[in-house]
Structure formats: structure tokens, C-alpha cells
């Protein structure tokens, strides 16, 4: 049962049943006539006599207590009786109250017959004297009679019991009569699918109380006012007369979200609609084949928006009894109010509610994971909240107009619509909505949200279910694109996709090596020589002509570059969309060969080389770039091309499993890393050879050089003359080819190569580290943390009888069955004692901080701490023996089964130095580490005092 | 994790037949892929400082090799030496103090 209350409304349609005509108008102005009233949920009924009536004519009516109310001309008469009924009814109530502070409610109730309304007549009755008649007495409705209101999803019932009004009855007053010449509306009953309240059992037998024949006719208000309903063309008031509605509190708030929805209208010039299904969000639709009531007048949906309409027997769920309504006045009623039911909309199921349309912004990508406002034509499907974690309400969200920075702003430009002929849809309710990571648009970079953005953390305030901080996206991974795949070298067909392609990758991988090594060693002689014939000691020992013109250092030089004739097509590299890493050898090659061609026939005299020996030695640091990227290449190689199982090592992109793996655990976007058995490993040649962090800027630093080389040639000419241009813009080209830029991707990754060789991982090249590099946030199972050998069994207590070789091996099959880190002592024991197979074990789980149970054929087994067993009803030792164990810096593990603790382990568990170090360099870096947990006795504070770093809170 | 989280983990990690992937270890201790985190990190963070190092030394050096031709003193090998060298330990010494 909520809370009701009156209200007053004007138009026919909106009213849901006109219970009762009051004999006055009510104000026109929707928005000032809600007047609640507290918690009452009858209403009453109220008569007056005639000559009440026609005194209120005369003019003579107190002063309206709540002012006057603008009303109709041609109703002021009524106007009259009504405010003389206000004032009785009000004074009647207060004497009630009275009353019923003195006597219990049933007293009064026996003492007092009732009045009821009666269909209007057609002549006006005579007028009784003003002396005999009593003064009005209205009982306030007993709460404890009141029948319950149907909740909202059931068919609606009789909402209110009908108001007594009792009226102290003298002899010769009577109460109320039927029309003589209407038949006596035969007793409806109730319809079978809808109970009838089990109240007021004292209802029918005091309206045959008052239907004494022998009792003079005395007419009801509705009877006395009807001269009054009816306008010089005969046109009855009741049609426009104000509705009495009783509304529930989805109404009564909608109706405030209606009042709110106005003001903004009001206040910012626009346009609203308001949604009212959406603020019902727990209102399912009524399903067909659902068991519906038997309500052929009423629609289901229409009968729940309005609980207290008029059943099927056309009872108005106040004070009309269907017994005492005219049969004719009853049908004409029902017709009213099947027409009404008919004429409302029916209420819309939850597919059909139309999703709330905002633009889409940055605030409304960093809403996270909920909110897709630019796709209104994806399907939407409401679903309950903890159905998925991907699942999220919606909320209101920020237009365009809202910028980062403008949090002041927020509150006023949210619901500013971005444009003024386009509705804005408001709604309260909730609506959830699927969302998909690769559907989200990308977030402009420039709208981006800044470190805290008000607005969303207010909007989910507002809202109950607000989740915590959605994941937020790296700006420079939502803006830049997916790069292109890097080009396979010419040397490889294809790239490696299967067992079948290692060899010939291999051998082509190989002979890459051997060819750069081959490369090296000469060019390793030639710079050296040039480097010694280059010394000022030693050119200036020699005499003759070697000396004047250079010829030997030109000479190697013209012999290295024959050997690296490859070297010239790094200059391809100056075309837009390729990448090629021998672009600044190519260069400082050139500039060096333009320097000393210069030098042998422009001048002679001062021909001493020097940039030669500088260009082999950038051949040479090429070179060793190259076998530096050959050596790791085939190493790498070599770990991946087996056919053994293996991991493969990435990042998890996907939004809601990241979310759901990191849940709390890292305040922003979650960025992954995993690991995955597989067996071959995709794309490595591609990613092997990718150019590195320098390549991609090769292009701008050469165009640099050649800039410079111009710039610095023409000062040196306006210095020396034109003698001088050409070797200064060959120095100037030479000094952009410093051995950095070749050893800029080789060597960092050659180091990382050589410690992961150690581990049995490899790093496909640095792209590869520029993919791996992003994440945030490592998983790793439990198993991984402990593996085998981290767990020794120090102690094994014997508990039951039924501790066999066999049961052991069942404990193994299950812990294998999850992963757990016991399964490596588990096997041991077996191995010792026993040497049969494992069983299969099926159905296991792991509950958490409990321990693993699962089934081996008929029996099942229990691995776990003693609350695994206490919640399974299993008899535990005694926990001093669980003190005792910890206390020892050890951890006990029961094994039970056949209901039964059959043994206790203690064990202890060890971790590797390798992996407490890489785990603290992971977190001193700000990798949050994940743990993919089935150990009941590795637990966080567990994880940080073996690996010494600090839990996320 | 939690258990949905869990399940979902088991999910991505359960075998497949090939896929691509930029890293990939053997052994079943946690210490791989967290060397391949440590090292891909310290890869890329070496990689970044080597290549604003070359660009900056780059431009140093076109700077003085300008104004050494507008003043008139030409360029010597011990010049060009001393500056190859101070880049060549730059390019050796960051990935070796940023050891993967």
C-alpha cells in the first residue's frame, strides 16, 4: 500500500475516474492545484440539504478558508454549495475526530447509519426543514478498514473502501431512498479473479438499513446540485467538472518530474517530453500469456497506471456502493470509464521504451562503458544490473557544449540540447543498455576529460546504482589508429605460421646472421684501416701523391660502399609510407663521399681525408646493428618454433573483461597483460623486423640534414668560395649519421633478449615492447606465483582411515583439475607411493578463501582451510592446531572426503628469488599485479610479505 | 579477481591454436612474463631517450659544425671523433643503465 493523494485536475482525459462530482470547480491551473493532503486514502461523501443549498444561493456563505478559487461563471452557484459543503465537511471531520478519540471507530459506526450517494433524480425532492436536520457528521475512514492497494505489477483491485457518512438519523429525517422509479440495481458480484476486500463487513447491511421504504426521500448532493451541472444549452457540467483521482507515488513523483521538466522548459526556452515509462522502470509489461484477470472493460496497463479506477462492475472504489447505483447511471458510468481506459495509451513495454537521446562527448565516453548516446540504432536491452558487468544504467549525459575545464558550467549545459528543435527526452528512471568495446566511438582527443571531471562524479551521485569510475581509456590509444602491420623483409616468403614453416625461416634466419657477420669482418678491416691511414701521424709519414689526393682513404671508402650497396636504398625511405633504418647510413654515406670527391679534385692541396673513416665506421655500427638484429631474430625464433605448447604473452583489450579483472584494483583504464596457451605464435617475423623507435623519424631528420646541409654549405661558400660549398655540405650530411641512430633499436633490444633468453620468453623487437609496454596491469595465476617446487610438504597428519595411495591421487587429479600450486605436491606423494595413472577429476571449483572441492567418479574430495570443511559440515581438529601451524610461519591444508578430515598437511610455501624480483621491478614500474587465485592460503597480505610490495587498497 | 573475473581469465587463457602475439614464454613461473613486462618497458623507455639524445645531438652538432664554417675554422677528425664518440657511449650507456 503507498502513499496517496488528492488531486484535482481539470481535463477529462488525464482524470482516471470520477468518483464523485464535487459540487465545485477547482482551479485550472495544473501546476497549483496538487494539494496533498497526508495519507489518507478514502474519500468521503458529503450531502447537503436543499435548504443549505439554496441559502449558499442567496449569497449568504462564510468566507472560503483557503481564499478564493477562480472559477467558471456559470458555476458561481455551485461554487456556493460546494464551499458551504467545504465548510461542513471540514467541520464534520473535526467533530469525527473528536468523536473518534472518545469511542472506537466501530462504535460510532453502529451508531451512526450512513448515507450513501444515489444516482441523481430527475425531480428535485422537497427540501426538509432546516431545524430537523442534523448536523453532518463525517467519519474519517479507519485505517485498519482500508483495504490494501494492489502494488503496482498486480491488477488493480478495489483501491478504497467506500467512506461512511453517517448522519445522526432523527425519525423523521431519512437518510437516503432510491429512486422509485428506477429498479433497484441488482448486487453485482464480484468478479472471481479479483478478490473483493474483506472489509466492511457492515456495509450492506446498513445500506439496506437505508433503504427503509417507509424512510422519506431525502436527496444527495450530487441530486441537489444537478439543476446546477446543467448551462443554458442544456449541456450537463459534469463533463468539464474537475476529476477526483486518487494517485500512487510513481504519479505523484512523475507529476513532479513533470512540474520540474516545465520550470527548465520555462527557464531555458525548450522544448521537454517527458518519459513516463521510463520512470517505472520496475513496472514490468504485462505479459500475454501471464494468468491476466478477467477485465474486459479495462486494458491490464491501463488499470495499473490508475489502481483506483472503476472495476468491471463499475464501482469507483469510494463511496458508491454498486448495490445503490442506478442502472442506468451505473452503465453510463462504466461507459465513461471504459472509454477513458480505451483512450489512454497503453503502457509501453520495456523494448519499447525510447532511448533518451544525448550528444555524444567526452563526458559521456569517460561515463565508461555505459553509455553509447551516438548509436541510437543499436538494439537496446533492458536488463537487470547485476546480470553482466558490461550491463550499466545510463545517465544523463553533457552535451557539445560542455568542455573540459568548464565544470562550473557543467550543471546549466548538460541539458542545454544541442538543437532547440530536437526534444530532449528527461528521465529519472534507468535504463541499461549492452555495451561493447569496439562499438564505442572514439573519444576526440581534445575533448578528453581532465583529471577530475565533476559533472560525472555528480551524476553518479545522483544516481543510486552508480558504479565506481568507469575505465578510462589512454588518450593515446583512443585517438591514434591501429597501425598498419609492418612489411615482411623480401628475404621470407611468409611469415611464420606453422611447425612446418621453421626451417625454411630458420635457414633463411640464419643465413641473415651469417651474411651480416660476413659483412662485419671486412668492414670491420676496411675502418680500421682508413681510421689509421686517416691520423695525422700517419698521413702526414706518407709522402707523394697518396698523400696529396687522398686516394687511399677514397679508396676504401669506394670499396665499403660496394660492399653495401643495399645501403642506397634507404633512401627510399624519403618516399611518404616507407620506413627503412639504413636512411641515415645512406646519408652520411653520401655526404662523406660528396666531402671527399670534393676534397680530391677541388683541393688537393688540403685533401686530408677524414670523413671517410667516419663513414665506415657508420657502416660498421650498421652492421652490427644488423647481426645484433639477425642474432635476435633467430633466437627468438628459436623459442617459438617448437612444437610444444607455449604462452602467449598480450594485453586484453577488451573492456569489460579488463574491467572485470581489475575491478577497484587500478582507478583508471585497464590495460591487461595475459598469458595464453597456444601453440604457434602469429606475426612474429613482421614484428620482429618492424622499424624501431628511430626509423619512424628517419625521414624528418634527414630532410633536417639536408636543410642544414644547404644552410651550412652556403655560409662556408660566403666563408671560402665556392670551393668550399661541397665539403661543408657533405660534413653537414656526415654529422646526421652518428652511430646512435643505428644502434637505437638494436641495442636495447638485444640486451632485453639476452635476460628473457634466461627465462625462456622472447620479445619480438620493439615494436612488440612498444605493444607490450602500454599495459598497466599483469594476471597471473596462482600457480605461476607458486610453481612447482614453491610448495613442500613439511608434515602430513593423518585424520581418517580412509587416507589410501588412491586418495591421494584423486587429491592430485583435483588440484591439477584448477591449477592449484598443490598439485606439484600432490604428485609427489603419489609418485612415491604409488605409480598409477591419475583419475579424472570433474566438477571442480574453487570457493573462495575456502579451499577446492570436486568429484573423482563417486566420491568427492575437499582441499582446503577448516572453513571449507565447516562449511560443509565436516568436523574439523581443533583450531589450536590451525594456531599452532601458522604460527610456524606454515600453512595446514585439510584433505576430506567421504565426510570426513582425512589428513592434514602442512606446507609451506617458498618463493622463487626470480620471481619475488621480477614481481617488485613489475611494481616499482606500476604494473598492478592480478592474481588469478584457487588457493585458499595465498591471499594478498600473503603475496606482498613473500614478494615485498604493498597490497592496492 | 573475482570469481566472474576469474572465469573470465580462464576464458582468455584457455588454449587456442595460433595467435598473435608480441611476446611469448615457456616456462610456468611468473617470472617471465614479468621479465617480458620489465624488459618491454625499459626497451621502449631506452629506445625514447636514444632517439631524443640523437636529435639533440644531431642539431647540437649541426650548430657547431655552422659556426665553425662561418667563423672559418674547418673541421677537423678529432672534432668529428670527440662527437661520435660522446654520441656512441650515449647510444651504449642508456640501455645499459636502463637495463631490460
Redesign the interface.
Known sequence: MGLFKRKYRNAPEDAGLLDFNLPFAFPEDEDEEVTPIGKRQVQSTYALTAEEVSHAQAGDRPAHPTGEIPMQAEQQNLHAAGELLYQRMMQDRRQTQGKTAEAPPEEAAETLPPILVAPPEPEMPEPPAPAAQPPIKVEPPVKAETPAIPAQPEPPKEPEAPAKVKVPQPPKAPAKVEAPQQPKAPEKPEPPQRPEPQKQPEAPAKAETAKQPEAPARKSLLDLCKPFLTDENGRTAGANAPDYILESVDEIILSAERKAAENVAKRYGMTLKIDPAASRPTAPAAKPDAPQPAKPAAKPTAERRQPSRPTEAGRTGTSLAPSRMGSAAAAAKRQILQNRAQTRPAARTPDEIPMRRATPSANAVREAVRENPARDDRPVTPKRETEAPQTVPSRPTPTNDARPGDAGQQSTRQFRPADKADPIDISSGKKYIDVHAADLPPAPEEVMPRKSAPPARSQAKNNDAALPQAPRRAPEREAKPQPAPPALPREFEADYTSYADAKPIRHTLFTQKRRAVFRLLPTLLLTAAMIVCSLPAVSNACTGWLHAKGVVPFALLLLLTLLHLDVWKGFAALLPGRQNADLPVAVGLLGALIHETSLLFLQPENALSFLAPAAAFCLLCRDVGRLMQASVVLENFKQIATPQEKTAFFAIDDRPVTYAMTHDSIPGDALVASGRRTTQILDFLRRSFAPGPLETKNRAVALLALIAGVVISLLAGLRGGIAAVLPAFGAALCLTAPPTALLTGALPVKLAADRLGRYGAMLAGSAAAAEVEQVNAAAFTVQELFPAGSVRLLNMKILGTAVSDETLAQAAAVAQGIGSPLTDLFLRIVDTRADAALPKADSVKYEDRLGISGWVGERRLFIGNRTLLEAHGIAAPSVELDHKILHNGCFPVYLACDGKAQALLIVKYEARPDVTYELCRLCNAGVTVLVNNCDPNVTDEMICDYSGFTPTA | ??????D???Q?????????????????????????????????R???V??A???V???L??AL??YL????IP???PM??G??LV??L???LV??LN??
Do not use: K
Request: net charge positive; aromatic share 6%.
Open positions: 579477481m573475482n570469481s566472474a573475473a576469474s573470465m581469465h580462464l582468455a587463457t584457455r588454449p587456442v591454436e595460433q595467435l598473435s602475439a608480441p611476446a611469448a614464454y615457456q616456462s610456468g613461473s611468473a617470472a617471465a612474463p614479468a621479465a617480458i613486462i620489465n624488459a618491454a618497458i625499459r626497451v621502449r631506452a629506445g625514447a636514444m632517439t639524445l640523437h636529435i645531438c644531431l642539431c652538432a649541426l659544425y655552422a664554417c662561418f667563423s672559418g673541421l677537423t677528425l668529428l671523433g662527437y661520435w654520441a656512441l650515449i647510444a651504449c640501455p645499459c637495463r631490460p
